[in-house]
């Protein structure tokens, strides 16, 4: 068993690692001075994976970054807020191959190293001129000054900008690893989307990279939930540029990719609980641990239709002790557990056990739930997988979040 | 193609086939004088057919009625509300099946051919002393009097009873088929569960019956849905009781069969769309026609994709013409259809076509959203199944209902 112990957290979230630089700013596809366009660059070749949401209805740059990262290798990231490319057809797919070469060219790379990303209203044209006059200053902004700024940059709805990173040991060569991510839940009044961006010094190829990643993201984020829905643009990129100088992992059974995938699971982790907890509207963090499924495909469904479901969501936001609720979500998700041998806890109080509620102390478990954080334990006692989620409460604010209506705003419908 | 030209909607609910009784008392379970125990029952041996809830943690008196229907036949069905009989364990089961034994012993029938149902509290244990006497009230008051306040015995949070009966002829012989059922959404904030009962006095036997169940509740039942949440206690039960004298339906494919079925569609739509109608806190009654699936169950997933999406949901109740949540919602599904050639139409206004937004009015657009009745039509463009899907708005009101608590209940936590 390898010991992670030594992952350390450190600044400089997506510009922790060795050889990254990046810059962010106003091009005017959102009311000036709001920063609208980001670019992430590597000084060096770099191992390219990349995850997009499976929305059929997803955006043209979804399909560039798709692309991009077939090849293995990518250089630059490209993203801009205000407009997600959505809907927008051949001039959609079009307008993304343009923002892809003049990346590409501002920063010295082949076309097909270019990662974009788009996240904003849904049906809109792009505004290429603005675009383009971005690119060009961004060109000559690019350093390793500003990670905050950079975090800001992509940031729509979110309250606070959201980054991590780590330094570690990987074949005796000290690494870094870091981050930024966006989303305040799956999706947003105005802007939605969930992106996150990941760059590391260490050297990787990218069949592991892209491995490591698919493991990370199905215990990250596509472990949170803040109302369900799935976004047309959602997107994890992560570059990998070897300046750490560690030998090269290759696959995916040494212990130096174990340790890269800890400190990515690490970093994914704490992106995604910081969404979660950012939730739109949200009062409190959810935790939820599925122990005892028989695979990770089952325990995520018993934990999505918990953190899915709207009746338990808003039972969290009235500080309801509501056992009822829980058994009811996780009993609706199909997964064929037997109630008599399943147990739940809440705030570490068991309610339900051996086919029937608990004598509990029901005085203390209200206590528990005016808590900002609840933690739910649910144990399916069918085998020996085990998986965490988080969401948020469902609140009167999230509907009056997305109920709001800018009859101000062009045609195109809002929210991606 | 038979023609259903001659079905016709007449009063009487569950009492207006020939050859049933019903009565409801206030036995306690809830505080008098709310009505919280109701009996149906056939004069003459009833085929039967049930669906109830795929929930794990279902109740149980769920497994009672998969017991009574499994032999084909049932004459009773025994409800009580205030108390779902869930989350109990064996002393739950033991209950469920003295409830049965009281209403058989009353109605003079085998214990298997008595339907159980509960609605209420999860976790609390049944009063079987109120139960029995309330059971032996009810035996002297069974009668064809009342339809109305059978209806509203079997009541919870719904704002109105719910109630439907049609008339046709089948086999040269005129017939009868009428129901009520309960549920204000999936879910409620103290009393859960969708319920509904059918009788009619059409000749059928036992498996065409199911057949004609299984084939209807999928087509409005669960085409319903106000916040996608599946309770502990569903269900739908069908007694037939032969009394219109045709000629017994023995198979699932004559002209005879088609018009039950057709009948008995047009009964269980007309309560479907009744209980999204009246969905918490609900103030828009929203319509999904997916058109152009290539099955059933594809239609029906892409459906419960936009009926369950709470963004577009909210932007539903802001009167938000938001093209862009339908696509992100449909897209969301995984159903594998063409983005550029599905169509989406809101209001019958095309707002996405050939896979890009069309030109279309935004004024008008924005008045029909204003409408308390909205519909959404999604041409998927892949094979000619079509499916019509109900829901309403999420509201700030449904929060609100379901935040809510009173601390001075029993443990047992509510809502199933």
């Known amino acids: 068993m390898t010991s992670f112990a030594d992952i350390n957290e450190v600044s400089g979230g997506v510009l922790a690692a060795q050889g990254f630089v990046a810059a962010a700013v106003s091009s005017g596809i959102k009311p000036p001075p709001a920063l609208d366009l980001v670019m992430i660059h590597s000084q060096y070749p770099a191992s390219a994976a990349a995850t997009v949401t499976r929305n059929v209805f997803r955006a043209a740059p979804t399909y560039i970054t798709e692309e991009a990262v077939t090849n293995g290798k990518a250089r630059t990231i490209i993203v801009n807020s205000g407009n997600a490319n959505a809907g927008t057809g051949r001039q959609g797919m079009s307008d993304a191959r343009q923002m892809a070469a003049l990346a590409a060219e501002a920063t010295g790379v082949e076309v097909l190293e270019v990662v974009v990303c788009s996240t904003g209203h849904i049906g809109d044209i792009l505004p290429m001129d603005k675009v383009a006059a971005g690119i060009d200053q961004l ?13 800001r940059g992509i940031m729509t709805t979110d309250t606070v900008p959201k980054h991590c990173a780590v330094e570690f040991t990987v074949g005796g060569r000290g690494a870094r690893l870091g981050g930024i991510c966006k989303g305040a839940g799956m999706i947003c009044p105005n802007m939605a989307t969930m992106l996150c961006f990941i760059t590391t010094d260490v050297a990787i190829a990218a069949t592991a990279l892209q491995d490591a990643l698919n493991w990370s993201v199905a215990r990250s984020f596509n472990c949170i939930s803040v109302d369900g829905d799935m976004s047309t643009n959602d997107t994890v990129a992560l570059l990998a540029n070897g300046q750490a100088g560690n030998e090269t992992i290759t696959g995916a059974v040494s212990e130096d990719y174990a340790v890269f995938r800890a400190a990515l699971l690490h970093v994914t982790q704490d992106l995604a609980k910081k969404i979660a907890a950012d939730g739109e509207g949200a009062t409190k963090f959810v935790t939820v641990k599925i122990t005892g499924a028989a695979s990770y495909e089952e325990a995520r469904t018993a934990g999505r239709a918990v953190t899915n479901y709207s009746l338990l969501k808003t039972a969290i936001y009235g500080g309801d002790f509501n056992w009822g609720r829980i058994a009811a979500a996780v009993g609706s998700s199909e997964v064929p557990f037997d109630p008599d041998r399943a147990a739940i806890k809440i705030a570490g109080i068991t309610v339900f056990a ?14 528990q739930m005016a808590a900002k954080e609840i933690e739910i334990e649910i144990d399916l006692a069918r085998g020996d997988e085990s998986l965490t989620l988080w969401t948020c409460d469902l609140t009167p604010e999230y509907v009056h979040l997305n109920a709001e209506y800018d009859a101000s705003d062009l045609a195109g419908a809002e929210a991606d």
Do not use: Y
């Not at 051996?354 to 209200?366: I, M, N, S, Y």
């Open 354 to 367: 051996e086919g029937k509620v608990q004598d509990f102390d029901l005085a203390r478990g209200r206590a």
């Open 139 to 151: 060109d000559g902004r690019l350093s390793r000054a500003n990670p905050e700024e950079i975090a």
